[in-house]
């Protein structure tokens, strides 16, 4: 098995990036880290769900799960990413801001 391979399945993964992050989430078969710029970098098993997508803008927070992933912008707003099935992500507040 490589290292960037999701262990059992041979399906290739991404990596991690070569830029430091400050603050760590990890999902099921995915990883998320904020960087000190504010940027989220995401690695690991996409599997086609969109867990890996890197969002834009910038954050203060970020929280993986199994399949989704959330942030908090820096203008408090929230920003949610990856499968949608379920209602994992498609529920999310609207018109609200958080700290």
Known sequence: MSL?????????????????????????????????????????????????????????AVSSASWHNCAIKTDGTLYCWGEEDGGRISGRPTGNTFT
């Open 4 to 60: 960037l391979e999701t262990p059992g399945t041979g399906v290739p993964s991404s990596p991690p990036p070569a830029t430091a992050v400050t603050k760590v989430s990890g999902g099921e078969w995915h990883t998320c880290g904020l960087r000190n710029d504010g940027v989220i970098d995401c690695w690991g098993d996409d599997d086609g769900k969109g867990r890996t997508y890197k969002p834009d803008g910038t954050f203060q």
